[in-house]
């Protein structure tokens, strides 16, 4: 594996971070004396970030608890402290690591300086700052369902991290759905609620639905055991309604707990919203009162 690479993208205006499974595309905006001290700081966070990570990784991978465990490194700690208030179910911190990582890059690179805006994007788990006054756009997976494709989040919102789950998406799930897009307080809590919330969207033992055990597929991976879906096929209205349902009830439950602000649904052409009227997400615009 290379070491830490930075580059900046052809538009001149996106860092490009790779190192090993992390891939991250940075922004800023703001005055240029400004920007060059952030990047500057991201770059330099992003040499030990993943290096900090393998050193615990082996606890990382185990269940989490309501009693949150004592890790090392920050990014570490921040996973934990998103999944630990989740724990009564099955859930390890490597279900809010790439929330957490871009948490622990955007902390890194607006410390001390002056932007308006900044985000990470790590993968499409989004970290986002916002000084007062300003706002941001962004895309949304699970489209085609009638629902926009963009969203604006507010400076006075209290959203500052977007995630996406599902099926068809880069990390393992046990449920069905193709997208769960949940915003939430930072990246990390976005990441580990997206996970679980998409792992309810499910009907289990349908046999439309292709499972294996996650570690035939990765056999490091956290699931160890427990099945992932690989496959759905075609599916009634009716059931879709019911895995829908399923995984809603989960994020209205998350919801009223104030673990998330919001999350998006997607099955099958489907859609369900929990936290704001789908027709003010239809418009693409995110407000809370």
Same mark, same amino acid.
């Given at each position: 594996?290379?070491?830490?690479?930075?580059?900046?993208?052809?538009?001149?205006?996106?860092?490009?971070?790779?190192?090993?499974?992390?891939?991250?595309?940075?922004?800023?905006?703001?005055?240029?004396?400004?920007?060059?001290?952030?990047?500057?700081?991201?770059?330099?966070?992003?040499?030990?970030?993943?290096?900090?990570?393998?050193?615990?990784?082996?606890?990382?991978?185990?269940?989490?608890?309501?009693?949150?465990?004592?890790?090392?490194?920050?990014?570490? +700690?921040?996973?934990?402290? &998103? #999944?630990?208030? *989740? @724990?009564?179910?099955?859930?390890?911190?490597? %279900? /809010?690591?790439?929330?957490?990582?871009?948490?622990?890059?955007?902390?890194?690179?607006?410390?001390?300086?002056?932007?308006?805006?900044?985000?990470?994007?790590?993968?499409?788990?989004?970290?986002?700052?916002?000084?007062?006054?300003?706002?941001?756009?962004?895309?949304?997976?699970?489209?085609?369902?009638?629902?926009?494709?963009?969203?604006?989040?507010?400076?006075?919102?209290?959203?500052?991290?977007?995630?996406?789950?599902?099926?068809?998406?880069?990390?393992?799930? +046990?449920?069905?759905?193709? &997208? #769960?897009?949940? *915003? @939430?307080?930072?990246?990390?809590?976005?990441? %580990? /609620?997206?996970?679980?919330?998409?792992?309810?969207?499910?009907?289990?033992?349908?046999?439309?639905?292709?499972?294996?055990?996650?570690?035939?597929?990765?056999?490091?991976?956290?699931?160890?055991?427990?099945?992932?879906?690989?496959?759905?096929?075609?599916?009634?209205?009716?059931?879709?309604?019911?895995?829908?349902?399923?995984?809603?009830?989960?994020?209205?439950?998350?919801?009223?707990?104030?673990?998330?602000?919001?999350?998006?649904?997607?099955?099958?052409?489907?859609?369900?919203?929990?936290?704001?009227?789908?027709?003010?997400?239809?418009?693409?615009?995110?407000?809370? %009162?």
């Amino acid at each position: 594996m290379n070491g830490p690479q930075a580059s900046w993208l052809p538009d001149g205006r996106r860092l490009h971070l790779n190192h090993g499974p992390i891939d991250l595309i940075v922004e800023g905006f703001g005055a240029k004396d400004e920007l060059h001290a952030a990047y500057s700081q991201a770059v330099e966070r992003f040499q030990t970030i993943l290096p900090e990570l393998v050193e615990e990784l082996t606890e990382l991978r185990r269940p989490a608890s309501t009693s949150p465990r004592r890790f090392t490194g920050p990014t570490a +700690r921040r996973m934990e402290a &998103a #999944v630990a208030p *989740l @724990a009564e179910q099955f859930i390890t911190p490597m %279900a /809010a690591v790439a929330g957490s990582v871009a948490d622990e890059m955007l902390a890194a690179m607006v410390a001390g300086s002056r932007l308006d805006r900044a985000y990470v994007n790590n993968g499409g788990d989004i970290a986002l700052y916002l000084a007062p006054g300003q706002q941001m756009s962004a895309a949304i997976a699970g489209t085609g369902h009638g629902l926009a494709d963009r969203m604006t989040i507010r400076w006075q919102d209290p959203v500052r991290g977007i995630a996406t789950s599902g099926w068809r998406g880069r990390s393992f799930s +046990r449920g069905i759905a193709d &997208a #769960v897009t949940v *915003l @939430a307080a930072n990246g990390a809590a976005a990441d %580990a /609620a997206a996970t679980l919330v998409a792992n309810a969207v499910d009907l289990p033992g349908h046999p439309a639905i292709v499972r294996r055990p996650a570690c035939e597929l990765a056999p490091d991976s956290d699931l160890g055991d427990r099945l992932a879906t690989t496959g759905v096929g075609l599916l009634t209205p009716r059931e879709i309604f019911r895995a829908l349902d399923a995984g809603l009830a989960v994020a209205d439950q998350m919801r009223r707990q104030g673990s998330i602000q919001t999350a998006v649904l997607f099955l099958a052409g489907e859609h369900r919203v929990s936290g704001m009227p789908a027709e003010r997400f239809t418009r693409g615009v995110l407000s809370h %009162a």
